[in-house]
């Protein structure tokens, strides 16, 4: 099993900055990453597509396991099951040739299935739990199955926040592949009109709930376009920070903390991020 030293996680996150991981293993199998999480006892990160994740720029003093090699989709009699590194690209594709219904809100979100299980990503309404029957996950040494309903889950918040998702189970309804392929692209087209998804970014910085959105407040208070160093509140979608090209970690935090801070003093709303900082 490979374990490296002092690996940028730039290239690992699709912010597209930040600094190094003390240390990065990305298991090829669910044997190797049993025995890393077994014989480490130290500071951990979970790391699946890293799209929703920011490694500040002094970098993280720990073992980042990432998922991106355990990728593997299959059946298990009717349920689609798809291990912690899949990317919603591959499911996208999987789908659309079995034709099976269900996920097409979720077309190009660059997510890995772990990380969407984790979130409970979700777009237009829609959310992955609608479709997760079980996870599988590693707790106290050992692999166990959670069923949906052993899981809380919310918008954009489960209760499998610091667990180890190693496989996810889905249901997903039989439709033509035909039928599929044209949802996909109907919501492709939709998140491509609404959302600045060829820059590096997070996707949205904070959590909306449900009297809050944070775009429409940011955007009311004039902060769209503001920069900081290579960080910028997007022009587009003013609930995104994207990397103009150059950004630190630290352009991103600091315009994070100046959007919080403005939102705070002028509407006493303390926004919470739904973007993940590396500690
Ligand atoms: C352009 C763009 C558009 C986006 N649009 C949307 C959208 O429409 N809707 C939406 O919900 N999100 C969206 N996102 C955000 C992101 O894709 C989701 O939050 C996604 O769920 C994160 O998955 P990930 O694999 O990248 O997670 P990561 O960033 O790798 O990790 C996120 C969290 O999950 C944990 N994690 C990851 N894998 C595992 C695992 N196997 N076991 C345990 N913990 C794990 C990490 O430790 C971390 O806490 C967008 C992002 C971008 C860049």
Redesign the pocket.
Same mark, same amino acid.
């Given at each position: 099993m490979k374990i490296e030293k002092n690996i940028s996680l730039s290239n690992e996150?699709?912010f597209r900055c930040g600094g190094r991981a003390a240390w990065f293993s990305a298991p090829e199998n669910f044997a190797e990453f049993e025995n890393l999480l077994k014989l480490h006892k130290g500071k951990l990160?979970?790391?699946?597509?890293?799209? #929703?994740?920011l490694c500040p720029d002094s970098g993280f003093d720990g073992l980042v396991i990432s998922?991106k090699n355990l990728k593997n989709i299959t059946f298990e009699n009717d349920l689609v099951v798809c291990d912690?590194?899949a990317k919603f690209c591959d499911l996208e594709k999987f789908c659309i040739s079995h034709g099976l219904s269900g996920l097409e809100w979720s077309a190009?979100?660059?997510?890995?299935v772990?990380?969407?299980?984790?979130?409970n990503?979700?777009?237009f309404g829609h959310?992955f739990f609608e479709s997760v029957e079980k996870v599988e996950i590693f707790e106290n040494g050992a692999r166990k199955i959670l069923q949906k309903n052993d899981i809380e889950y919310a918008y954009?918040k489960t209760s499998?926040?610091g #667990?180890?998702?190693?496989r996810v189970w889905l249901a997903l309804e039989k439709k033509s592949p035909k039928f599929v392929a044209n949802e996909f692209d109907k919501f492709r087209q939709k #998140?491509l009109s609404a959302?600045?998804?060829f820059y590096g970014?997070?996707?949205?910085i904070f959590k909306r709930t449900e009297n809050v959105i944070p775009s429409k407040i940011i955007d009311k208070l004039g902060l769209k376009g503001v920069k900081i160093g290579g960080a910028e509140i997007s022009t587009h979608h003013s609930g995104f920070i994207i990397n103009t090209g150059n950004a630190t970690a630290g352009d991103v935090i600091a315009l994070i903390d100046l959007a919080r801070k403005t939102v705070e003093e002028n509407c006493g709303i303390r926004l919470e991020n739904?973007v993940?900082i590396m500690e």
């Open positions: 996150t699709t990160f979970v790391l699946g597509a890293g799209s #929703k994740t998922t912690a590194g190009a979100i660059p997510a890995s772990g990380g969407a299980a984790v979130m990503a979700g777009a959310d954009r499998l926040l #667990k180890v998702v190693f #998140k959302q600045p998804v970014s997070a996707g949205s739904e993940i």
